[in-house]
C-alpha cells in the first residue's frame, strides 16, 4: 500500500480539484478537508473520495455565491446552497454561525441542497477556536440505518458532532453517528478486502453479516448506536436528529425511498455571554483532569479526552505518512489523468 506524505498528497488533491475549473479557494477548502480527515485517522472521509468529487465537479459546479437565503434575522439564517458543494457551503456557514453569535449569543446556520459535507468533526473546532462552542447535525448521508427491532433500512446515519474550547491544545471534539459504525467505514473495510466485526450489521433474521460485500444488500441493515442491547437508544436519537434538522434547515425528514432529508444545522454558543471564557476553560480542562485520571483496565493505553486520539493520529500521521490502499491511489491516479496533472513520485 502506498504511504504518502502530507504535503504531496494535499498539494495533489488540489490540483486535481483546481484542474476541474472550480475557483481556487473553494479547491482548497475541499482538498484540505479530505487530507485533515486522514489526519483525524478518519480515512472513510479521506481521499477514497476525491475521484467522485472530481468529476463531479468538472461535470458542473454550484459557487457559494448563488445560494439563496430563505429565511434570516439576527441569530439565524436558512440557506438553499442549489446543489452547490456541501464542504465549501458548511466552512462558510460556520463563518456565518460566529458572526452571528457575536451579536446574538447564538448564531444559527440551516442549510439545504448542498453536496456531502464530508466529515462533521472538522467544522466544529472552528467555532470553538472561536472562544464558542461549536455543534453540527446532518440528517444526509446514505440510507442503511435500521430502527431497533429490524433489519429494514429507514434513517440516515444522523451524525452529530461538538466542539468546546480547551485551555491548551486543540479543542475537545466528538464526532459520532447514530449507528454503531460509519457507512465510510463500512465502505474501508469492502476497499481493504476485510471482515466487517459483528454487531455492525445484520440480515433480516437478526443474525450478524461479516461479509462487508452483504453491506450492499439492501435487505440488511446497520445497527443504531446501542446494538441488538441498547439500539432503542441510538435509534431514539437518530429521530430526534430528523425532526431538529430536517424541518429546521428546510431539507424536510428522510421519507420513504429516502426523499427528502439532507439538511444541516450548525450553531454556535458565545461562551462570553454567559461566563468569563477563562473561567469555562479552567471548568473544562478540570474535567477533563479529573476523568482523565482514572485508572486504564489492562489493555487499555489511556482515558481519553473527546478528541484527544484524533490529535495523536495527525502526530503520527503528520510523521510517518498517510496509508493509502493500492485501489485508491490508482483511482485518484486515473482521475488526475482525466484532469491532466501529474502524479507524484512517492519515496
Known amino acids: 500500500m502506498p504511504i504518502v506524505r502530507e504535503d504531496v498528497l494535499r498539494a495533489l488533491a488540489f490540483d486535481v480539484f483546481a484542474a476541474t475549473g472550480i475557483p481556487a479557494a473553494d479547491a482548497r ?59 465549501v457551503a458548511v466552512t462558510h456557514a460556520v463563518d456565518l454561525a460566529v458572526e452571528k453569535a457575536r451579536t446574538s449569543t ?37 440510507l442503511f440505518l435500521a430502527p431497533y427491532g429490524s433489519a429494514d433500512r429507514r434513517l440516515r446515519p444522523e451524525p452529530i458532532a461538538f466542539s468546546a474550547p480547551r485551555k491548551n491544545g486543540a479543542p475537545f471534539m466528538l464526532d459520532m453517528t447514530m449507528t454503531v459504525v460509519a457507512g465510510g467505514k463500512i465502505e474501508q473495510k469492502i476497499i481493504r478486502g476485510e471482515p466487517l466485526p459483528e454487531g455492525w450489521v445484520i440480515n433480516q433474521q437478526g443474525e450478524p453479516v461479516t461479509d462487508a460485500e452483504q453491506y450492499r444488500d439492501p435487505s ?27 424541518p429546521l434547515s428546510h431539507a424536510g425528514c428522510t421519507k420513504q425511498d429516502g426523499k427528502d432529508g439532507g439538511g444541516v444545522m450548525v450553531l454556535a454558543i458565545d461562551i462570553e455571554a454567559f461566563t468569563n471564557l477563562d473561567t469555562y476553560t479552567d471548568e473544562v480542562e478540570a474535567l477533563a483532569e479529573w476523568v ?13 479526552a473527546p478528541g484527544e486520539i484524533e490529535e495523536e493520529t495527525r502526530a503520527e500521521r503528520l510523521a510517518t505518512g498517510i496509508d493509502l490502499p493500492q485501489s485508491v491511489w490508482d483511482g485518484i491516479g486515473e482521475v488526475a489523468a482525466e484532469m491532466g496533472v501529474a502524479m507524484p513520485a512517492l519515496d
Not at 472521509?45 to 475521484?51: A, K, R
Not at 482523565?292 to 481519553?304: E, H, I, M
Request: hydrophobic fraction near 40%; charge should be positive.
Open 29 to 87: 477548502i475541499v482538498a484540505d478537508h479530505l487530507v485533515d480527515s486522514h489526519l483525524a485517522g478518519h480515512d472513510s472521509h479521506g481521499t477514497w473520495f476525491l475521484p467522485s468529487y472530481a468529476r463531479s465537479m468538472k461535470k458542473g459546479y454550484v459557487p457559494w455565491e448563488d445560494r439563496q437565503i430563505v429565511r434570516e434575522n439576527p441569530s439565524l439564517v436558512i440557506i438553499n446552497g442549489k446543489g452547490g458543494n456541501g464542504i
Open 292 to 304: 482523565c485520571s482514572a485508572r486504564p483496565l489492562p489493555g487499555f493505553k489511556k482515558v481519553y
Open 106 to 142: 447564538f448564531g444559527f446556520v440551516g442549510l439545504n441542497s448542498v453536496s456531502h459535507i464530508g466529515r462533521l468533526g472538522d467544522y466544529p473546532p472552528r467555532i470553538a477556536a472561536q472562544g464558542m462552542l461549536g455543534l453540527v447535525w446532518l440528517n444526509g448521508g446514505g
Open 220 to 246: 440488511t441493515g446497520v445497527l443504531p448506536l446501542g446494538g441488538m442491547q441498547f439500539g432503542h437508544k441510538g435509534h431514539g436519537l437518530a429521530m430526534m436528529v430528523e425532526m431538529l434538522v430536517g
